[in-house]
């Protein structure tokens, strides 16, 4: 049956209401089956990612807090103005060697 066959059997309100019908279909099947998967895919990767940065986040208030814990054992006061200063001065101090065995 030709689409005009069609209208002039039924009218076009019913056709057209039934193609609206089938694209909405077509349309929840696509969704469901090709983007669906894809945004289950990326919302675990973006977990992941989200887990990354926390931890990178807790790493650097932990690394914050040594450092203040240092510069005020070492009774310096700690200022936003000479904050690099001191930092720079905390990774210059020369490490002490380890000892251990020595082998022959």
């Known amino acids: 049956m030709d689409i005009a066959d069609l209208i002039s059997k ?10 609206l019908g089938y694209f909405v279909y077509y349309i929840w099947v696509w969704a469901t089956k090709t983007v669906q998967p894809m945004l289950d895919q990326a919302e675990t990767t973006l977990i992941a990612l989200i887990d990354r940065i926390r931890m990178l986040d807790n790493d650097l208030i932990r690394l914050n807090q ?39």
């Open 10 to 19: 039924y009218g076009f309100p019913i056709v057209a209401a039934v193609g």
């Open 66 to 104: 040594k450092l203040n814990t240092v510069l005020q054992l070492r009774g310096k006061e700690i200022t936003e103005e000479n904050r690099n200063e001191l930092i720079e001065e905390v990774q210059k101090k020369p490490k002490p060697k380890k000892k251990g065995f020595k082998y022959k």
